[in-house]
Structure formats: structure tokens, C-alpha cells
């Protein structure tokens, strides 16, 4: 598993479920007449004005900036595939997201960038070692009351830390060996905190005074349920619905290592593929694909209802009063005690729940999410889409594996899992994987470790079947596995175990 959170004190954001119902709308050429596109794919309601309102946009530059998203989304996710360990962070520029900007570690792929319809930017550190520098970072902070929020800033290159005693971080940044020249200190007087107080960004309650918000329905199995954040309840805290009427039991939470959590429901509630947004309506949910950085998003909750913004940067870690949180999203998208759990979602793909933040809807915020791609891949859970309630995760001979995750790859493509990242080992001992896809087709394992600077392959699986198993006594550290297309396209699952 990736490494996980830790938050200190503050207040609890608590989420509703949320409802989408709109597609995000798509252009095949930047001068796409807008009024065309737009009303062929409308994008949710109510996420038109919010930009407005919160981005500070025209009616027709908050509808460009949806087209140019849509646009450019598919040519990022091609690049970052094609550059795999030199790329280095990627983001839209523009108020109307009209230009994509990828970075690299060499010279040599900006004729395929700018080929693709990307500016190419040389940048001397990969995300992989951005990453790794994030988590020096955190254990160098780990005890210290200063550097609260600590990010990768893909723009600069660098590990960014936000300190109210800047001299103070540098100097224990500096003792515990990490590389000044990758790391920016900046004076911030940030002080981000929890937000606390079966349709997204609706209310629920556990006990007699703590409301959080519903993030998203999901499927374990035949079991129904929500993720919300792991703050608002523990393993076994019963729930109420927003009519006060028994509702469910948290199955499994995680706060502060890290802040989420699922809800199993009983049969009275039916999971939705819905986000509330804010007036009356809803959005629906077709996906789970990340957004990129600079891209839109809005977040729904109990307390504030519907608001948006855009994505700052990932990989970010906070310390709030309970401890550190790590690996959430920045955004500046405001939201208050009570929003916490609530859905956070780019037109119609789910993009996480909400953990904490800091300031307030009258004059502004910022706050983070947590990515939903980890919590379902944590807990095996499959996200209620439009496309009807998915099959459970673990099929085929990969089952009885603490983590599994499914996808599809073309001939050809490959893929580092999970999703796009890696997973941290603080101890050693055997890390187990299997591979599963269909007859006739030739899918590849490999293990893959961090050395400092770049990634080993430690264990391989390359037979020619479409089925692999690898088994593979390592030392603790950072850890991902490559999943390649070696002959035909196919489904495949991956499930996986660390020690």
C-alpha cells in the first residue's frame, strides 16, 4: 500500500452522498464551437455557475475551460504512459485550461510532446524521486509543530513546505539529509484541520451530535455501502441517514494514518450513482479517472453544499492537530466542519472524499481530499457508476490477495499499479503478486524497487500465458509493479500482497 496519513486536531469535514448526472463534454479541436459541444454532453447542473462564481469566470469561459479539459485529458494520459519514469508531472495553464504543459527528464521526448499537442518542459527530477523526496521530507517532519502541509509542486520541480517557523524546518530539513536544492521552504500561516461536525454530499450521523457527509456508493460483493472519510466514525459506529432512519455500520476506518473509511448499508438504502449538487439536483457518476492538476472540480457536503475550484497538487502531506496525513489532494475549494466525507468529483468521474482544510465559504479555503482510487483498492470495493454495479474485484485465480485491482490493457501498453504510483514496505518480508487476464492473450509481472534514483526490476514474471505469479523476500522501501501487454488486448486483474 501506498504510504498513509496521520492528522492532528481540528475540525471534521462530513460528507453526504453525491449525485452526477452529465458527461464530461468533449471537443476534438480547440476552436470546437462551445454552444455545439456543450449542448450535446451537458456537464452537471449547477457546476456551470459554481465556476463562476468560485473561479471568478465568464459563462462561456467557464464552459471553455470543460471543452479544453476534455480535450487535453486523453493527450496527457498518452504522454504520462509513453514517458513512464522520465515524466515529470504534468498541468493546465490558462484560465480556460487552454494549454497542457508535460514535463520531462530528457530533452529527447519534447518532439513527441509537442507532437502530441503538449508543451514539453526538461525538469531535472521525475515524479518518482519528487515522490520519494515528499516522504524524506515527512519523516524528517514527523515530530516537528512547524511545516504543516508539504507538497510536490510539479511547476517548480520541487518538494514544497509550508512552515510558520521557516528557519526552524529548514535547518531540520538540512540534519536529516535531504536535498536542499529539491526542497522550497515558504512562510504560510496555514493551520489545516479535519472538518467534522445515500446520495453524495448527503448528510449521516453517528451518535447523538456528529454529522459527516456521504462520499460515494460502492459495492463489496453483494454487500452495499459508502466510502466517507475515517474520521467522522470508528469500525463498528453505527449510522443514521439524513432522515434519522438506521442506516449502516462502519466496516473498516482509517484515521489518522490515513482519513477514509466505508459504511456497509442495511436494505433499506439502494446505492446511487449520484452526487448532490447543491440545488435540488444531481450529477451522476461515470468513472473514477484522475483529474489532472489544474483541472476543475467540485466537492459536495452537508454543510456548504455545492462549490468549486481547481486542483492544486497531489501527493500532499498534511499535519493536522491528530497527526500526518499523506499522499490527499490540495485544492481551493472551500468547505467547513461537517462537509467531511463528501464527494469530490470532476464533471462526472468520482476524484475522492473530503478530509480537512482551512478557512471558510465566506472568504475562502483551501481544502484536501482523499484519492478514491486508494480507498477502493484498500478495501476491495467496486464505485456505483452509470454503467451499472460492476463485478467484484477479485475474479478469476487472483482472489484471496489484500489488494486487488482490475483494468484492461491494448496490445502493446503497459501500466504501473497501483494506479500510477507505488506502495510503501516498512518491514521485510514477501511481496506476493498475481496476474490474471484472458486466454490467448500474453500479459507480463514485474516487481519493481526504489534505489534512490530510479526504479530495479527485482522479480519477474514473463511467461508466455496470460497468467502470473510472483514471490519476491525484499528489504523495506518503495515498491510498484509493471503490468506490460506483451501480445493482445484484455481485461486483467491484479491482486497483490505486502508484507
Known amino acids: 500500500m501506498s504510504r498513509r496519513h496521520v492528522i492532528t486536531t481540528g475540525c471534521v469535514l462530513t460528507i453526504t452522498a453525491l449525485t452526477l448526472t452529465a458527461a464530461p463534454a468533449v471537443a476534438t479541436s480547440p476552436t470546437v464551437n462551445t454552444s455545439v459541444v456543450l449542448s450535446a454532453r451537458q456537464p452537471p447542473p449547477g457546476m456551470i ?10 459563462r462561456e469561459q467557464a464552459q471553455t475551460r470543460l471543452l479544453n479539459e476534455a480535450r487535453l485529458r486523453p493527450v496527457e494520459a498518452k504522454l504520462r504512459r509513453r514517458l513512464g519514469d522520465r515524466f515529470g508531472g504534468s498541468w493546465f495553464t490558462g484560465i480556460t485550461a487552454q494549454g497542457l504543459v508535460v514535463a520531462t527528464t530528457s530533452s529527447a521526448d519534447i518532439p513527441q510532446i509537442r507532437a502530441a499537442g503538449a508543451r514539453g518542459e526538461v ?9 520519494a523526496t515528499v516522504e524524506e521530507v515527512d519523516a524528517a517532519l514527523s515530530t516537528h509543530p512547524n ?3 508539504r507538497y510536490v509542486d510539479v511547476k517548480a520541480n520541487k518538494v514544497v513546505i509550508l512552515s510558520d517557523a521557516p528557519s526552524a ?4 530539513i538540512e540534519a536529516a539529509g535531504v536535498d536542499p536544492v529539491a526542497v522550497r521552504v515558504v512562510p504560510s500561516d496555514e493551520q489545516p484541520r479535519p472538518l467534522s461536525d445515500l446520495q453524495g454530499g448527503t448528510p449521516y450521523y453517528i451518535g447523538s451530535t456528529s454529522r459527516c457527509s456521504v462520499g ?12 466517507s472519510a475515517g474520521h467522522c466514525g470508528k469500525v463498528g459506529a453505527a449510522t443514521v441517514g439524513f432522515n434519522r432512519v ?5 466496516q473498516a476506518s482509517n484515521f489518522p494514518e490515513s482519513d477514509f473509511g466505508w459504511v456497509a448499508v442495511n436494505d433499506d438504502w439502494t446505492p446511487k450513482p449520484l452526487v448532490d449538487n447543491g440545488t435540488g439536483g444531481t450529477v451522476t457518476v461515470a468513472g473514477s479517472k484522475e483529474a489532472i492538476e489544474g483541472a476543475s472540480v467540485c466537492r459536495s457536503g452537508s454543510t456548504t453544499g455545492w462549490h468549486c475550484g481547481t486542483i492544486q497538487q497531489r501527493n500532499v502531506s498534511v499535519t493536522y492537530p491528530q497527526g500526518t496525513v499523506s499522499e490527499v489532494t490540495r485544492t481551493n475549494v472551500c468547505a467547513e466542519p461537517g462537509d467531511s466525507g463528501g464527494s469530490f468529483i470532476a464533471i462526472d468521474q468520482a476524484q475522492g472524499v473530503t478530509s480537512g482544510g482551512s478557512g471558510d465559504c465566506t472568504s475562502g479555503g483551501v481544502t484536501y481530499f482523499q484519492p478514491i482510487g486508494e480507498i477502493l483498492t484498500t478495501y476491495g470495493l467496486s464505485l456505483v457508476t452509470t454503467a451499472g454495479n460492476p463485478p467484484p474485484l477479485s475474479t478469476g485465480t487472483c482472489t484471496g490477495y489484500e489488494q486487488t485491482i482490475t483494468g484492461t490493457l491494448s496490445n502493446g501498453q503497459s501500466v504501473y499499479q497501483p494506479n500510477n504510483r507505488h506502495y510503501r514496505s516498512t518491514v521485510a518480508g514477501v511481496h506476493a503478486g498475481c496476474l ?3 486466454d490467448g492473450v500474453d500479459l507480463d509481472l514485474y516487481l519493481q524497487k526504489w534505489n534512490g534514483r530510479g526504479w530495479d526490476t527485482v522479480a519477474t514474471a514473463d511467461s508466455p500465458s496470460p497468467d502470473e505469479k510472483i514471490s519476491y523476500t525484499g528489504t523495506p522501501g518503495h515498491y510498484r509493479y509493471r503490468v506490460p501487454s506483451s501480445n493482445g488486448s484484455s481485461p486483467y486483474t491484479l491482486g497483490y500482497k505486502a508484507p
Open 49 to 58: 455557475e459554481a465556476l463562476q462564481r468560485d473561479l471568478g469566470l465568464t
Open 123 to 131: 525538469v531535472d527530477r521525475s515524479m518518482a524521486e519528487l515522490d
Open 147 to 149: 511545516g504543516r502541509v
Open 169 to 172: 524546518t529548514r535547518s531540520l
Open 216 to 227: 460515494f456508493s460502492v459495492l463489496r460483493g453483494a454487500q452495499n455501502g459508502f466510502v
Open 246 to 250: 438506521a442506516q449502516g455500520v462502519f
Open 436 to 438: 490474471d487476464a484472458d
